[in-house]
């Protein structure tokens, strides 16, 4: 009988451990979501490409071009393929961007990943069929298989000349607004204190 009681005592114990461990886990798993502003992640806003990371220059520079009234940031650098492929890039380049974000690796001049310029590559295509169609140049050099992406001309479309977390330092854009709990700040507000 005592034998009995052990074990289920140290059954007990084991389940009130792990039960514990997953509340913590999920806990941190949530709070991190919440933090950093996930769901956001989910929206075509082009708003939501500065929430953390480095892209101001380039929103500003979006952001007075002519592809402001016709194209998102989602628009132009996400396969549009299919819904799966789309957010199976946005999810992997989510999840580099955090890495390199969290680390604090980016540098200063930002370059565009080979998966990055397949999609945009793509897309300009699928938004300028008709215009791509007439050109003899372009059709020349894919013939001879030579790589020719659309920006090879067409440099400053739409970001100019902006590359540098620097270039437009003090460049006005939607305040990012952290949806810290208020408990935490409280928290901050009396520790700072």
């Not at 007075?64 to 789309?86: F, G, L, M, Q, T």
């Not at 270039?167 to 990012?176: E, L, R």
């Amino acid at each position: 009988m005592r034998n009995e009681n052990k074990k289920n005592s140290k059954s007990l114990f084991t389940k009130f451990y792990f039960l514990v461990l997953g509340g913590i886990f999920f806990g941190l798993i949530s709070l991190s979501f919440y933090l950093s502003n996930a769901a956001s992640y989910l929206s075509d806003k082009s708003e939501t490409c500065i929430n953390c990371h480095v892209m101001k220059t380039h929103y500003v520079s979006w952001s007075k071009s002519a592809h402001r009234e016709y194209a998102s940031c989602i628009d132009c650098h996400v396969p549009h393929d299919n819904i799966i492929k789309k957010y199976l890039f946005k999810a992997s380049d989510g999840l580099r961007h955090a890495y390199v974000f969290t680390f604090r690796l980016e540098p200063q001049n930002i370059m565009i990943k080979e998966a990055g310029k397949k999609a945009v590559q793509e897309n300009c295509i699928r938004c300028h069929f008709n215009q791509v169609q007439k050109m003899t140049i372009f059709k020349e050099l894919n013939e001879q298989k030579q790589e020719i992406y659309c920006w090879n001309c067409h440099r400053e479309t739409p970001h100019g000349r902006a590359t540098s977390l620097s270039s437009a330092a003090n460049a006005y854009t939607p305040i990012f607004i952290l949806p810290t709990p208020d408990w935490i700040a409280d928290y901050i507000k009396i520790k700072n204190k």
